[in-house]
């Protein structure tokens, strides 16, 4: 029987289990996918002893994914260039490998609900600088995205990812996003505002034009504000629940050997979960 877990502290809010029980059960596979809490204090120690603590791999989560990171004998190319890892496996000859399939999850998400969507220009504005948006930035560049416009409450963050990411990514004043929508063939909310519980984004669409496609990697609400008004004045739009559920393939297929789908079904049930439908 081969386990694997997602880990963090605290983890009883991830829906992972739920989303990995659901292939479990759809591919019949005998193995276990659990929450398990672990606190930052003993990450290193717990990471670097999967076997031991009997799994073959897990999914990294908050505060432990640069912990992951260094723990990781072996990175793919994503998790270097983002420098944090969600998910572990061990190969065939005991080495860890670590991985972010937060960028692969996202280009997933808008492959599988609007094909092509990267075909619409070369121009991206990426809202936030913090955790996800690198995974985001990581993905546009990986596409047809040749100029990517960070704007952050932080102007000093979104200037040291686009340091990071190099001549293609530049960092733009919150203050100056209207002029530089005006441009922009792709946007993307990759803050937590517009959350439930957080405040809401506000930001004018006025100058974008109607063929730019934008998504939020929020998606709860499942509809945010930013997708709503979008979708109101016309423009293609797609909600950030996919993400959440293609960043889990890679693990799955590491630990238990099937690639499985992101299904329509897979969909409805986490949001029935979630109390989203
Ligand atoms: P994070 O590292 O804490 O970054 C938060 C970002 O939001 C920063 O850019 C921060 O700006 C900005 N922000 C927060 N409060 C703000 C406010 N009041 N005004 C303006 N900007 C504000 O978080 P994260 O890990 O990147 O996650 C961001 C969001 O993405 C969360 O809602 C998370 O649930 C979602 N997410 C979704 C998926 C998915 O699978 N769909 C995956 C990962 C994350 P400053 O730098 O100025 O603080």
Redesign the pocket.
């Given at each position: 029987m081969r386990n694997a877990a997602v880990t963090g502290h605290p983890i009883g809010h991830s829906k992972s289990p739920l989303i990995h029980g659901y292939w479990l059960k759809q591919h019949d596979i005998e193995g276990s996918y659990i929450a398990k809490d672990v606190p930052p204090e003993t990450a290193e120690s717990f990471y670097s002893s999967l076997a031991a603590h009997g799994f073959v791999g897990c999914n990294v989560t908050i505060p432990n994914k640069e912990c992951a990171y260094n723990s990781a004998e072996k990175l793919d190319d994503a998790a270097e260039m983002i420098g944090a890892v969600n998910t572990l496996w061990l190969d065939d000859t005991g080495v860890l490998n670590g991985s972010n399939t937060?960028g692969p999850?996202f280009l997933g998400n808008m492959d599988q609900i609007l094909p092509n969507w990267d075909n619409n220009g070369n121009k991206a504005v990426v809202l936030?600088?913090?955790?996800?948006?690198r995974a985001i930035i990581w993905a546009l560049l990986s596409r047809e995205y040749t100029e990517v416009y960070i704007a952050?409450?932080?102007m000093k963050?979104a200037e040291v990812l686009a340091d990071h990411f190099g001549p293609n990514a530049t960092a733009i004043k919150w203050d100056s996003l209207g002029k530089m929508l005006g441009q922009a063939d792709f946007l993307v909310n990759?803050?937590?505002?517009g959350?439930t519980g957080?405040?809401e984004l506000n930001i004018d669409l006025n100058n974008l034009s109607k063929s730019a496609v934008v998504t939020d990697?929020?998606?709860s609400p499942l509809q945010t504000r930013l997708l709503h008004d979008a979708a109101k004045r016309g423009n293609p739009t797609v909600d950030?629940?996919g993400?959440?559920l293609h960043?889990a393939v890679p693990g799955f297929e590491k630990w238990f050997g099937v690639r499985p789908e992101v299904t329509d079904e897979l969909r409805e049930m986490i949001l029935r979960e979630m109390g989203l439908t």
């Amino acid at each position: 029987m081969r386990n694997a877990a997602v880990t963090g502290h605290p983890i009883g809010h991830s829906k992972s289990p739920l989303i990995h029980g659901y292939w479990l059960k759809q591919h019949d596979i005998e193995g276990s996918y659990i929450a398990k809490d672990v606190p930052p204090e003993t990450a290193e120690s717990f990471y670097s002893s999967l076997a031991a603590h009997g799994f073959v791999g897990c999914n990294v989560t908050i505060p432990n994914k640069e912990c992951a990171y260094n723990s990781a004998e072996k990175l793919d190319d994503a998790a270097e260039m983002i420098g944090a890892v969600n998910t572990l496996w061990l190969d065939d000859t005991g080495v860890l490998n670590g991985s972010n399939t937060d960028g692969p999850g996202f280009l997933g998400n808008m492959d599988q609900i609007l094909p092509n969507w990267d075909n619409n220009g070369n121009k991206a504005v990426v809202l936030g600088a913090g955790g996800a948006s690198r995974a985001i930035i990581w993905a546009l560049l990986s596409r047809e995205y040749t100029e990517v416009y960070i704007a952050n409450r932080t102007m000093k963050k979104a200037e040291v990812l686009a340091d990071h990411f190099g001549p293609n990514a530049t960092a733009i004043k919150w203050d100056s996003l209207g002029k530089m929508l005006g441009q922009a063939d792709f946007l993307v909310n990759t803050t937590s505002l517009g959350m439930t519980g957080q405040p809401e984004l506000n930001i004018d669409l006025n100058n974008l034009s109607k063929s730019a496609v934008v998504t939020d990697i929020v998606y709860s609400p499942l509809q945010t504000r930013l997708l709503h008004d979008a979708a109101k004045r016309g423009n293609p739009t797609v909600d950030g629940l996919g993400m959440l559920l293609h960043q889990a393939v890679p693990g799955f297929e590491k630990w238990f050997g099937v690639r499985p789908e992101v299904t329509d079904e897979l969909r409805e049930m986490i949001l029935r979960e979630m109390g989203l439908t």
